[in-house]
């Protein structure tokens, strides 16, 4: 079975990792989908977010990463997932993604939208946190991959903003 997990990933956390992880352990094949949304301001440029999602998931073989700039309900026809994977922190996430849920199914009745939790330990982290933290300066290196923590430290400091 085939799974997407989509997201904005600006940057990947070890929140995301930690869902990665879980869901190729569930499904066959999973696609990490990367939003190329040109109306929301990404501190990394899709082009990085995807290559640094690739060095956290290499050896994974199970995972795919790739980049859309459609609705997730045509990607997921396009790439004949049965699955959407989101990850739940807390209640607060839920409202809004049990309505993308729900307008998914929609838009294309035929693909299920699966909601995974992180472990306990990463379930307050965001990428909007770690750009916070990093931006003044501080330590990230317990909620990004330890692979990539140098760069995103170097490239936030650059205070460099693209879509
Ligand atoms: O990491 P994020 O920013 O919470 O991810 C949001 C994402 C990419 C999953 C969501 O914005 C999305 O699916 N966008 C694609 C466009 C789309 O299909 N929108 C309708 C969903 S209701």
Excluded: W
């Excluded at 094949?29 to 190329?36: P, S």
């Excluded at 994974?60 to 859309?68: D, G, K, L, Q």
């Excluded at 049965?82 to 409202?95: H, N």
């Excluded at 309505?99 to 299920?112: G, I, K, S, Y």
């Amino acid at each position: 079975m085939l799974a997407i997990y989509p997201g904005s990933f600006d940057p990947v956390t070890v929140g995301h990792l930690d869902i990665i992880i879980r869901a190729a352990k569930i499904f066959d094949r999973v696609i990490v989908a990367v939003l190329q949304n040109p109306s929301k301001i990404a501190s990394f440029t899709s082009e990085e977010r995807v290559m640094l999602l690739r060095r956290v998931t290499a050896g994974m073989e199970n995972v795919e990463i790739e980049s859309f700039h459609s609705l997730l309900a045509d990607f997921a026809i396009e790439k004949g997932a049965q699955v959407i994977v989101k990850g739940l922190r807390a209640m607060s996430d839920f409202e809004y993604e049990f309505q993308m849920a729900l307008a998914n199914r929609h838009l294309n009745p035929d693909v299920e939208t699966v909601f995974l939790t992180s472990g306990a330990e990463n379930m307050f982290i965001s990428s909007s946190m770690v750009k916070q933290i990093a931006g003044f300066g501080g330590n990230i290196d317990a909620f990004v991959p330890m692979c990539i923590s140098e760069d995103i430290k170097i490239r936030l400091n650059r205070g460099v903003s693209s879509k």
